[in-house]
C-alpha cells in the first residue's frame, strides 16, 4: 500500500513540473520575470525618493526663508512706548454707575 501511495505522489509531481513549464514557467522565465521586477522596484525607489528630496527642499527654503524675514521685520518695527495714564484712559470706554 505504501508503495502504491508513493507512486502516485511521483506521478502528481511529474504532472505538476509539466503544467508548470507549459504554463510558461520555467528557471529561466522565473529569472527574467525576478529581473523585470527588480529594476521596476528600483524605478519607482529613485522616483520616490526623487520626489521627496524635492520637497525637503522646498520645505527647507520656505523655513530659512521665513527665518530670514523675521529678523528684518523685527529691525523695522519699532518697540511700542508704554501707553500713559491719559491714552489708556482714551482707549476704554467710560463706565456710568
Known amino acids: 500500500m ?3 501511495t508513493l507512486l502516485i505522489a511521483v506521478v502528481a509531481l511529474v504532472v505538476a513540473v ?3 513549464q507549459k504554463a510558461g514557467g520555467g528557471i529561466q522565465d522565473l529569472r527574467r520575470q525576478l529581473d523585470e521586477l527588480s529594476k521596476k522596484s528600483e524605478q519607482a525607489t529613485r522616483g520616490a525618493r526623487e520626489t ?3 520637497v525637503l527642499d522646498r520645505l527647507e527654503s520656505l523655513i530659512r526663508g521665513q527665518s530670514k524675514a523675521q529678523p528684518q521685520e523685527a529691525e523695522q ?3 511700542e512706548e508704554p501707553l500713559t495714564q491719559s491714552e489708556d484712559k482714551r482707549d476704554k470706554p ?3 454707575p
Do not use: R
Request: aromatic share 6%; no cysteine.
Open 2 to 4: 505504501e508503495v502504491l
Open 77 to 79: 518695527t519699532k518697540p
Open 94 to 96: 467710560e463706565e456710568k
Open 18 to 20: 509539466m503544467a508548470f
Open 52 to 54: 521627496a528630496a524635492d
